[in-house]
């Protein structure tokens, strides 16, 4: 099987290999150094001429434009919505969205979960007494399951990530 040549390597689209200039530049190297064409089938190119492998650079910085694009837009969007007040991204535990369907508000029954993390996490109790207290005590997650270690470890740096955004 190693001493088995591969001629080309194919691609449904180029896009999906890669977005990045550099790694296709590293790859469109390896591929030249071992003799093996990459053929994208939805753009219909093939480096194994230097016209296909010219097309292919510059359809990789364009896909590698689109990208970072999508990202400052995005970006400049979450900013914009935080400067007007409103929420991003997901509820954290313990809250719940408001009636008003912008702001939040405490979940009680979350809370008193949280509460009772907090307290069992002070008195030394390691995660998975936790998950197992808290599941005896008939508390659920927020999709109402069985708490398990990572739920709890989950919940601890929110609530701990939360609470230093509070004090800085």
Do not use: C
Request: glycine share 6%; hydrophobic share 40%; charged share 35%.
């Amino acid at each position: 099987m190693e001493n088995e040549k591969i001629d080309a390597v194919i691609v449904a689209k180029l896009d999906r290999l890669t977005r990045s200039v550099k790694d296709l530049s590293q790859m469109l190297e390896l591929f030249e150094k071992r003799k093996v064409a990459l053929i994208s089938v939805a753009e219909s190119l093939d480096t194994g001429s230097a016209a296909g492998r010219l097309v292919i650079t510059i359809m990789g910085a364009v896909s590698q434009w689109e990208r970072e694009a999508i990202g400052e837009r995005t970006r400049d969007a979450l900013r914009h919505k935080r400067g007007k007040g409103e929420r991003v991204g997901n509820i954290e535990f313990g809250y719940k969205l408001a009636a008003d369907g912008l702001h939040l508000e405490q979940d009680p029954a979350e809370q008193a979960a949280l509460a009772e993390i907090r307290r069992l996490r002070t008195a030394g109790h390691s995660f998975r007494a936790i998950a197992a207290a808290l599941n005896k005590s008939g508390h659920r997650t927020r999709r109402s399951t069985l708490w398990r270690l990572e739920s709890v470890v989950r919940v601890v740096k929110l609530d701990a990530a939360r609470h230093e955004r509070r004090v800085a």
